[in-house]
């Protein structure tokens, strides 16, 4: 059963600071990986979709990377600023006929002026 | 519509009481998944549809839960007779094509059962 970890469950940075989260996985067969945002009673924001063949992609000011090998994924967030505070998830879907996503728990993100 | 779009947005119950859920997906995507995400955690699958046919109903927590999709576009999530534990917010996604694309993501119904 694929288990989808991320550590630490909060991180509380100052304004300005570059960060990286992290996202592990147990199963290296996985189709892509997709890291979400949420906000306090919102709904899911995707941020990034990386394909299983591809190592990273880059959107603004984010970078997220994808280490099959490894089971690891990261998110770069460069100069983060106040309005970044936000649950991240990270989600895989595994190979095989059912697309579904298994998400990890998400880091709640908050971002110090 | 630009959007997955979910009705009602907050839904309080009273224990006992069956509720319906709806989920209008982006138009023309095939694939759609119902998540429960409690507070403090991720979403969990529940069920997945491919067009009108419900491919994977494992996640459904119990025979309480009933999902439907009769016309391959909008979906119903059905509780019958809800208790406390079902309250949690409920999300539904869509994709065109069994998630190479990625997902969409609706903003949800928070369901709170009294």
């Known amino acids: 059963k694929q288990e989808v970890t991320q550590i630490p469950a909060a991180l509380s940075v100052p304004e300005g600071e570059n960060l990286v989260l992290n996202c592990s996985f147990t199963d290296s067969a996985i189709y892509n990986l997709q890291w979400f945002r949420q906000d306090p009673g919102k709904g899911l924001t995707s941020l990034l979709l990386?394909?299983?063949?591809?190592r990273e992609q880059t959107s603004g000011r984010l970078n997220a990377s994808l280490d099959k090998s490894s089971g690891r994924s990261t998110l770069y967030i460069a100069a983060s600023q106040p309005g970044d505070s936000a649950t991240y998830l990270c989600?895989?879907?595994?190979?095989?006929?059912?697309?579904?996503?298994?998400f990890g728990k998400g880091i709640t993100l908050s971002v110090r002026p | 519509g630009a959007g997955v779009s979910q009705s009602p947005r907050y839904k309080v119950a009273k224990r006992g009481q069956d509720v319906a859920l709806r989920c209008d997906p982006i138009s023309g995507h095939v694939s759609l998944f119902w998540y429960q995400q409690a507070l403090g955690q991720g979403p969990e699958f529940l069920t997945y549809?491919?067009?009108?046919?419900?491919?994977?109903k494992s996640g459904l927590p119990s025979d309480r839960f009933f999902a439907e999709r009769p016309e391959g576009s909008v979906s119903t999530l059905k509780i019958q007779r809800t208790q406390q534990e079902d309250s949690a917010v409920y999300l539904c996604?869509?994709?065109?094509?069994?998630?190479?694309?990625?997902?969409?993501f609706g903003s949800g119904t928070r369901l709170t059962v009294v």
């Open positions: 989600a895989v879907i595994i190979t095989g006929a059912n697309s579904k996503l298994t």
């Open positions: 549809f491919q067009n009108e046919a419900q491919l994977d």
């Open positions: 996604a869509s994709s065109f094509n069994r998630g190479t694309s990625g997902y969409t």
């Open positions: 990386i394909q299983s063949s591809q």
